[in-house]
């Protein structure tokens, strides 16, 4: 065992002497291998990032909304069907929600208007999101004025920013007073946008969420998890699509590895069949070869997810994100916050790793075969 | 089909081994027809030369295997907030009819190409390839287990469906599957068609042809583990317990017996095993209830959590390595009678019966310090 | 003790531009002497000495070699069908080379060029490092371990190459044209070194065309060949 052990040892130091050796090659490889790693890598950190945001995000969200259709469409939903569905067994509360979108032409952006359930601001006020504060440079105290439906100007009055931590949700976000925004929408009173349900027994939210839609049939209720479930797919199949895309990349990158690895130059051929003739043999080569792929492989895959990391989580995807985002006017300037697993090490791991072994493995073999004799008639 | 990186990863990984598998079947088969090893020939010195790349290929195919059944279960934990009803691994493999096959699947094919990494070894130690041909005939049998791994493992991913809003217009509010997943946590045993007169006989007496027969219709309806949990679940954990123990004990007395005297080595082979066998019902019948420290958690995939300390990756992995190595001995035992392995045999079969303890020994006593550390009792020791 | 019986060795057979090396020869190379081959170009030397020392296979015939055995008491082995693993430890043990060409590695230092035999052996580290050492002390070049190889002169490439071949204490030197790279003086001096090993128990095989070597005075026995074929045979 001892000897064994000894023996890979002195393979070892060969396999980094003759890394060494060969410089230019095998820097023109690391670095290749490093940018794959490094870009599959932020794909998959960032979209999982991502995720995970939205997971928490919508982990404050209501457990049921009850909308109304009206042909197909989304329409407001009278306050009185509030009475109805709290008289449904299993359900706590139910209350209406005003919220709406308000598109703003002087920055040609869309603003959430809302009316918080909790500590509303007084008439005439408006909280704002960061998002709205840049973008209209406005600050606490300064006057805001928004257009109502009926086509008269309004003025309001900032009376607070909401926090940045938040600026993932609310960047874009206005908080006012019940009063103000049925004025400024010519919202009727008997109208609400929505109505948030709380229930009793989170397991019961199915059965109760089919007892609405049977009392009220032209209402659509939707339950958190199937958002929480369709965002995490959304989410996986973004970051799925962009991995698809990348293997055109990974790809290529395993037909440079299996050139680089063929490409036995007459220097190379010769030393194997030196190291032949004096005694080692095939497995003891395939061996030098094998670590020469681990070492590759370790060092670029520790530096390509090192850069992944900084790119996603410091510089949060500076690369990616105009393709991943989408566009928009009001961008929240946040920071994802740094998530990494060693699952998604792992999946990252088997998408470049793996595919680089692989198209090693022969290469390696056929270097490893050269007859020692060739060596003794050259 | 979800398309999840990890998903992405698993179809690579496979798709490469069923490439290498292929490639060097293909060569296996050549071997086997024209091997002679007494001619100089270049031909027989191109054969001699392409073992060493078979070896190779299935050492990483080895390596790769490893990989992908944990990476198989880890997706489909990850999965598992996409399916209603669906808490972890358990429930997502059952999904659709493919998962638990494929997870079958993959855990013979690990320890089928760690099984030929050993004959490998084995017939390099003589000078005259004596295991050749069994060798490459057992790669000629692996090499269609691996496709169909492959195949049902991306038809496993094909089927999957995931519980989510599809239109704008409509929801979902879909009732939680009746599925394994709630199988695994209570003990009531599941309701199917099939196995409705199967449960109530078996609160009885079972008759062992109506286990049999009921449990060939499960493998092809998928009902398999549905089966196997009601069975685990019917079986007292005394019994278990009792089998778990008497196995291992089994198991080590003849190991050591092998290892110290040579005797036995059969014997040894077949306690390890029956103990690996007995320990996967340990572990869904009373192990992961100690782990959990609940009367009803039955899910051997939580085990591989960060919450129970990934205690799961030791736990299989030693179970795992001491199957191998202990089929290993028994698999190489009638070859011990060869001229050129006389030798060398025997010191591979301890260092395998050695190999096989050290990791039952992890196992069991991972498993044996924890029930006797926790304050957790199932009121049985 | 070496024995080859009715060794040919063809390349490219079966092909038009196949040709046999080695026709047929019947050989017993005794232990513990010196036994040079000579021919012209073209006489199949570098072929029987590749077959000799274990890096080629016969296409006929059959090679043994006899070697002190761990009781103390010979061993007689057929290498001929030998796999490869078992060859290249037999050839790792029992021969060292020293090729026409030298062959040593270049990029890497003196001393860990004398190292590589010794890798495969999995021998610890630091007594394989004194070992190379002392070897290359013997030979005069204990004071420059580190040197590239690229920078040494013709003689001094030769006694590392030597230093090399010795490394694991091998019962036989396999020598390939020595003295073609060397001038008179080196080349007295190598077949003294040849001698002092014979002295020391081992044994040499040289291919060599070189009179200096043939016509030497410790050389036991001189083989002539010519197309493959053994054509004279003194001592």
């Known amino acids: 065992m001892a000897s064994w052990i000894e023996k890979q040892r002195s393979i070892m130091d060969f396999t980094l002497s003759s890394l060494m050796r060969r410089k230019g090659k095998n820097i023109a490889l690391f670095l290749v291998y490093t940018l794959v790693v490094f870009m599959l890598g932020s794909a998959l950190f960032f979209t999982q990032a991502l995720k995970r945001e939205a997971a928490l995000i919508l982990k404050d969200a209501p457990e049921m909304v009850v909308q109304r259709l009206l042909g197909g469409r989304y329409d407001t939903i009278p306050v009185a069907y509030v009475e109805k569905i709290s008289t449904i067994r299993g359900v706590v509360a139910a209350g209406p929600r005003l919220w709406g979108y308000y598109f703003d032409p002087s920055v040609g952006a869309n603003y959430t208007l809302q009316v918080p359930r909790n500590n509303p601001p007084g008439r005439g006020q408006i909280i704002i999101g960061n998002g709205i504060a840049r973008s209209r440079t406005v600050s606490q105290g300064d006057i805001m004025s928004l257009r109502g439906y009926d086509g008269l100007v309004r003025n309001y009055t900032v009376h607070g920013k909401l926090s940045a931590e938040s600026e993932l949700v609310s960047a874009d976000l206005m908080l006012m007073a019940e009063a103000d925004f049925r004025d400024l929408f010519q919202f009727p009173a008997a109208l609400a946008t929505d109505i948030v349900v709380t229930v009793r027994n989170h397991t019961e939210l199915p059965t109760i969420a089919q007892k609405v839609a049977d009392l009220l049939p032209d209402t659509r209720p939707i339950i958190r998890e199937e958002m929480v479930r369709t965002y995490e797919a959304v989410f996986d199949w973004r970051g799925g699509v962009v991995l698809v895309l990348l293997t055109m990349a990974l790809l290529a990158f395993v037909i440079f590895a299996w050139e680089k690895a063929s490409g036995l130059s007459a220097e190379e051929r010769r030393e194997i069949g030196i190291l032949k003739a004096i005694g080692w043999e095939t497995s003891d080569i395939i061996a030098v070869k094998t670590y020469e792929g681990l070492f590759v492989s370790f060092f670029s895959f520790i530096c390509g997810i090192l850069a992944a990391y900084g790119h996603v989580f410091f510089s949060s995807a500076c690369l990616f994100a105009p393709a991943l985002k989408g566009w928009s006017v009001l961008y929240p300037a946040f920071r994802i916050t740094p998530f990494i697993d060693p699952y998604q090490v792992a999946v990252l791991f088997f998408l470049t790793v793996a595919p680089y072994t692989v198209a090693t493995i022969v290469p390696s073999w056929r270097a490893a075969i050269v007859d020692p004799d060739a060596v003794m008639r050259s | ?381 | 003790m070496i024995k080859l019986l009715n060794v040919r060795k063809g390349f490219n057979l079966g092909k038009p531009n196949e040709f046999t090396a080695v026709n047929g020869i019947t050989l017993t190379l005794e232990a513990n002497r010196i036994t040079v081959l000579k021919g012209p170009s073209g006489s199949g030397k570098t072929t029987l000495l590749s077959l000799i020392g274990g890096m080629a296979r016969p296409t006929v015939g059959r090679i043994t070699l006899r070697r002190a055995g761990k009781n103390g008491a010979d061993a007689e082995i057929e290498v001929t069908s030998l796999p490869e693993r078992f060859l290249a430890e037999i050839r790792c043990r029992t021969f060292g080379f020293i090729f026409q060409q030298l062959n040593l590695v270049k990029g890497i230092s003196v001393l860990e060029n004398v190292m590589l035999p010794a890798y495969p052996l999995g021998e610890n580290n630091r007594v394989v490092r004194a070992r190379a050492q002392a070897l290359l002390d013997t030979f005069g070049l204990g004071d420059r371990p580190s040197a590239k190889v690229e920078w040494l002169s013709g003689g001094e490439a030769q006694r590392v190459a030597m230093a090399r071949a010795l490394m694991n204490d091998p019962p036989v030197i396999i020598a390939d044209e020595p003295t073609a790279h060397l001038d008179s003086k080196l080349s007295v001096e190598f077949m003294e070194i040849i001698s002092r090993l014979k002295d020391e128990g081992k044994t040499a095989i040289i291919a060599s065309h070189d009179p200096l070597v043939f016509g030497a005075g410790m050389i036991d026995r001189v083989i002539s060949l010519r197309d493959g074929m053994i054509e004279g045979d003194a001592p």
């Open chain 2, 1 to 381: 089909m979800i398309l999840q990186p990890g998903i992405i990863a698993l179809l690579l990984v496979s798709l490469f081994m069923t490439g290498m598998i292929l490639y060097s079947s293909f060569f296996g088969l050549r071997i086997i027809r024209r091997w002679d090893l007494q001619s100089g020939s270049e031909e027989q010195l191109a054969l001699e030369r392409r073992t060493y790349l078979i070896s190779t290929i299935l050492a990483y195919a080895l390596v790769f295997q490893i990989g992908s059944l944990f990476l198989f279960v880890y997706t489909a934990d990850s999965l598992h907030r996409l399916f209603v009803g669906a808490m972890c691994a358990a429930g997502v493999l059952n999904i659709d009819p493919y998962g638990y096959p494929t997870f079958l699947l993959k855990i013979l094919n690990l320890m089928l190409a760690g099984l030929w990494l050993i004959i490998n070894y084995a017939d390099n130690q003589a000078y005259d390839y004596p295991l050749l041909r069994k060798k490459y005939i057992l790669l000629i049998i692996i090499a269609p287990l691996i496709v169909t791994e492959s195949v049902i493992q991306l038809l496993y991913f094909l089927e999957m469906k995931a519980d989510v809003i599809t239109s704008c217009c409509g929801s979902l509010f879909s009732p939680p599957r009746g599925n394994l997943s709630a199988e695994i946590v209570s003990i009531t045993p599941v309701q199917t068609a099939m196995t409705e007169s199967l449960a109530q006989s078996l609160k009885t007496t079972p008759k062992t042809s109506d286990l049999i027969l009921a449990c060939c219709e499960g493998i092809f309806t998928g009902e398999a583990l549905a089966l196997i949990m009601t069975i685990v679940t019917a079986l007292r954990v005394q019994t278990v317990m009792a089998g778990f123990y008497l196995t291992l004990a089994m198991t080590f007395a003849s190991g050591i017996a092998y290892y110290i005297k040579g005797k036995l080595g059969l014997l040894f082979s077949f306690a390890s095993t029956t103990f690996f066998l007995i320990s996967c019902v340990s572990v869904l019948s009373f192990i992961s209830l100690y782990f959990y420290e609940l009367p009803t958690h039955r899910c051997p995939f939580c085990l591989l959590q960060k919450e129970y300390g990934y205690v799961g990756y030791i736990l299989y992995a030693s179970l795992l390595a001491g199957a191998v190595s202990g089929l290993g001995v028994g698999i190489l035992r009638p070859f011990a009678r060869l001229s050129s392995l006389s030798a060398s045999l025997p010191l591979l079969q301890k260092r395998l019966t050695l190999l096989c303890l050290v990791t039952y020994f992890l196992f069991a006593g991972l498993v044996i310090y924890r029930m006797a550390s926790t304050d957790f009792t199932l009121g049985v020791l």
